[in-house]
């Protein structure tokens, strides 16, 4: 079993959709959780940091449930520069930075 | 924060052969970790570089295959040894710890094809 995954999509919406990603993670002892943007060949960017209590960016929004493994990220009001492949990772134990990640959800909005 | 430079951007190499990428953050951090992302794939760890000593692999990766150095608090480099095609991927440097703060930055990758 990977250690996260996640639904690789494609999700495709329109401008002004609200959509949604999904990600569990298998090791009960992960420590810390964010959400990574990456376009076409480019690295990955971090999106934002994901808390027990969820956290919200302007039209994003991340909730963390560690009873049930796993973390979401809610884009509101989508815009053409949304399109992306979002990437959830998990930080296990203490080690600052050492990340397992998902294979990643392409979204493609249209106008 | 902090900038990563990585070289080379990309490349392109013969079955056999190694290359040696190089990983540079302008300032100290404390930590140092080398990603592999092959084509339509995530990214997975290959392994932690340990300034001054042997860097920890993860799972299915080994230091004869991808030997890491790591002289210094702001360079590390990672070699891909005797490569196949399937070695053909994006390798990333990212960092993490003191001044690049509670922050995991990433380099900007190096694309290698291997033929």
């Known amino acids: 079993r990977k250690e996260v995954e996640q639904d690789p999509g494609p999700f495709n919406v329109p401008e002004g959709a609200t959509v949604a990603f999904n990600c569990t993670y298998s090791?009960?002892?992960?420590?810390?959780f964010f959400w990574y943007r990456q376009d076409c060949r480019k690295e990955p960017k971090l999106l934002m940091s994901v808390y027990s209590s969820g956290n919200e960016d302007g039209r994003f929004t991340a909730q963390l449930n560690r009873a049930s493994q796993y973390i979401s990220l809610l884009i509101r009001d989508s815009k053409l520069s949304d399109s992306a492949t979002y990437l959830c990772?998990?930080?296990?134990?203490?080690?600052?930075?050492?990340?397992?990640f998902g294979r990643g959800t392409q979204l493609t909005v249209w106008p | 924060s902090a900038v990563i430079s990585q070289k080379p951007s990309r490349d392109i190499c013969q079955r056999g052969t190694s290359l040696t990428i190089q990983c540079q953050v302008d300032s100290q951090v404390t930590m140092m970790f080398w990603y592999r992302q092959q084509p339509g794939q995530s990214l997975t760890l290959i392994a932690t570089?340990?300034?001054?000593?042997?860097?920890?692999?993860e799972s299915g990766f080994v230091i004869d295959k991808f030997p890491i150095s790591r002289p210094n608090l702001t360079f590390s480099t990672l070699t891909v040894s005797n490569m196949s095609p399937e070695d053909s991927s994006i390798y990333l440097c990212?960092?993490?710890?003191?001044?690049?703060?509670?922050?995991?930055?990433f380099g900007e990758g190096s694309w290698l094809t291997v033929v």
């Open positions: 990212s960092v993490a710890g003191q001044g690049s703060g509670n922050t995991i930055y």
């Open positions: 570089a340990n300034q001054g000593s042997e860097a920890t692999y």
């Open positions: 090791n009960s002892a992960s420590q810390s």
């Open positions: 990772a998990v930080q296990q134990g203490s080690t600052l930075g050492r990340l397992y």
